[in-house]
């Protein structure tokens, strides 16, 4: 069992960058990859980025490229999520997740790979 805490999330002006944070207890040595997904009102959850535990390989839907950051800390068991130049399209509900298994391909960063998630952080962008 891994437990996930988001923490971060506010309302800011576009243009301006804000920093999420997910902080994992429990288990976590099961895990091998941290993502973040978004997901705004009415639309299906999308994935963000990842990154890998051991390795630090990272990976980004287009949408975010040049903007956002994904890292992690493996002494403090945190991923963050650093968002850059926000858009009003970016403000959704951001929740991290923990897959606990190696995958490869496109189909790793589905929702459905990832085992864990956390409650949430909102990101409201205003225009």
């Known amino acids: 069992q891994v437990q996930l805490v988001e923490s971060g999330g506010g309302l800011v002006q576009a243009g301006n960058s804000l920093r999420l944070s997910c902080a994992a207890s429990?288990?976590?040595?099961?895990?091998?990859?941290m993502g973040w997904f978004r997901q705004a009102p009415g639309k299906e959850r999308e994935f963000v980025a990842a990154v890998t535990w051991s390795g630090g390989t990272t990976y980004y839907v287009d949408s975010v490229k040049g903007r956002v950051t994904i890292a992690r800390s493996n002494a403090k068991n945190t991923a963050y999520l650093q968002m850059n130049s926000l858009k009003p399209e970016d403000t959704a509900v951001y929740y991290c997740a923990s897959r606990d298994h190696y995958c490869s391909g496109y189909g790793c960063y589905d929702v459905r790979e990832f085992r864990y998630w956390g409650q949430g952080t909102q990101v409201t962008v205003s225009s």
């Open positions: 429990g288990r976590t040595f099961s895990s091998y990859a």
